[in-house]
């Protein structure tokens, strides 16, 4: 890997975009090194995803304009599908995938931030869709993610101006859940994942499968969904283990960590 470098710290790997010359710009070789690195995750171990850009001064900066500027239609078309193939593989991800976004976050760089589950950024972090600037629509997922994260209205705002809003609008508008002093960012973002990491992994994985698969139907179809889900997780060693726990009185054992899937 050139661009992308994986590391895994107990139950919480950090995925890091380093191509920091070009403000971590996404290219069609670090869209394939993020499409290989997430297959090679082992998933019997690792149970949260932590995804940042290498550097102080960008997140991911966009999609590389110098390679997008000569492709045709048919090109362009089939750099969208490369790009979105990723970022739903990382968007549909068994486990949680924390997005830590130090910089910018512009273009490539806000969709990728949004296929993740959960944005926490640096006071530094600019978020934005410019591409209408560029001639172009965004491709990577902008144009649906963004309008289900804040709304259409405010979405559509964005993407039209084209105009960047900072970390304390992107707090306001939802779409991040924090901000931090950039020195405080990753420590935030490891001991969320770690928060998250000591619970129930079949647990933690069906409540994402349940949320992301429940927004895309109606509330009747989604109700079934969650049923399901719930359902799936009796009878497993986790909630057995986590409802005798609680069920004892006595607390007599300290209470050990799930184990893994």
Do not use: W
């Amino acid at each position: 890997m050139e661009f992308v470098v994986y590391e895994a710290k107990g139950a919480v790997g950090t995925i890091t975009i380093s191509r920091e010359k070009a403000l971590n710009a996404l290219n069609s070789q670090v869209l394939e090194e993020l499409d290989q690195t997430l297959d090679a995750v082992d998933l019997s171990t690792i149970r949260c995803l932590i995804l940042t850009g290498a550097g102080e001064k960008s997140f991911v900066a966009g999609a590389d304009i110098g390679e997008m500027s000569t492709l045709t239609k048919a090109e362009g078309e089939a750099f969208g599908k490369k790009g979105n193939d990723v970022f739903r593989k990382l968007e549909t991800f068994p486990i949680p995938v924390i997005a830590a976004v130090n910089g910018f976050a512009l273009g490539g760089g806000c969709e990728i931030s949004m296929s993740c589950d959960i944005r926490i950024c640096s006071d530094n972090a600019v978020f934005g869709q410019p591409e209408v600037g560029l001639g172009i629509t965004p491709g990577f997922g902008g144009t649906q993610r963004l309008a289900r994260l804040v709304g259409p209205g405010m979405a559509k705002q964005m993407i039209y101006s084209a105009r960047n809003i900072k970390a304390d609008e992107a707090l306001r508008i939802g779409l991040v859940n924090a901000v931090y002093p950039q020195e405080e960012l990753m420590a935030a973002a490891e001991k969320l994942a770690g928060s998250i990491a000591k619970n129930a992994p079949i647990a933690v994985r069906n409540c994402k499968k349940a949320i992301n698969d429940g927004l895309e139907v109606d509330m009747d179809q989604a109700i079934v969904i969650e049923e399901k889900l719930f359902g799936d997780c009796f009878e497993t060693e986790d909630q057995k283990y986590g409802m005798a726990f609680f069920l004892d009185k006595n607390k007599e054992k300290v209470k050990e960590p799930f184990k893994n899937c």
